[in-house]
């Protein structure tokens, strides 16, 4: 009988502890698509500054990898180690070019349309992720999870509704394919987190995406930083918000899951707009 109640309360105490885990996941990951809306809206400000979007995008992410690094070394010394011993290389490698890919293409389609429609079109990548994670890894595509899903999607078009702003072709379709490669970065850092801490993947991950936009400003020659000091202190403040986007996004991820913490990010346009 004892033994009864001793297994009762054990269940009870970890059922609570995953519902816990999981509405922890849902703040989280709410906050990092708010965090995450003003991003494009510091790079407005920044672009009337002067910065290119190569220059915007390289320097929030270098500026957000050196945060990352600072508290991994901090806090977690041993971290890096760990890192470089259980993670195969292509995976962060893939999800920093991804990321790097995804966001070069939403700050462009944010310089040819409205922030908000950029916001709209970008996050088309809650369905490559729903496509991606059943074909690659057999998820299971839950009635709900459509459900929410499409009510995202009409939700975001009500939202784009009200703020469609200027319209241009290369404009949409960087939006769209900044939505794809987003879908990318998030199902290979999802694999990454699943086999390291949320801290140091994040920040290893910056650092792979700061290096390569800082190899295509190399080779396009958009990385000449002649910014006004307004421009400046908006690279900045994107930089310190994206590495506060970022970390909140893997740690909700690792909570609740890459489609659910895709879809609660669904705020973040309207933070844009």
Partial sequence: M??????RKIKKKWGRSVLNRYIVGVFLSTL??????????????AYRGGATVNEYVFLRYAIS??????????YKPYGFKMFIKSIPVVLPLAAGVFQGAADYFYMFAV???SAGLAAILFFTFIVWVAVWGFIFYKERLKVSGIVGIALALVGLALVAGIS??????????????????????VMYSNKVQEKQD???????????????LFLLGGVNGSLQFQMSPGGWLFCVASGILGSIALFTFMVGMKRVGSTTASVLCTVEPVTAV
Avoid: E, H, M, N
């Fill in 32 to 45: 990092s698509g708010v965090c995450y809306g003003f991003l494009p809206v510091l790079a407005v400000y």
């Fill in 2 to 7: 004892l033994q009864v109640q001793a297994l």
């Fill in 198 to 212: 949320t801290a140091v993947s994040s920040a290893f991950i910056c650092l792979i995406t700061a290096v390569s």
């Fill in 111 to 113: 310089d040819r349309i």
């Fill in 164 to 185: 469609w702003g200027k319209i241009s072709t290369i404009g949409i379709i960087a939006g769209l394919a900044g939505g794809l490669a987003c879908s990318g970065f």
């Fill in 65 to 74: 990898s050196v945060f990352l690094l600072l508290y991994v070394a901090v």
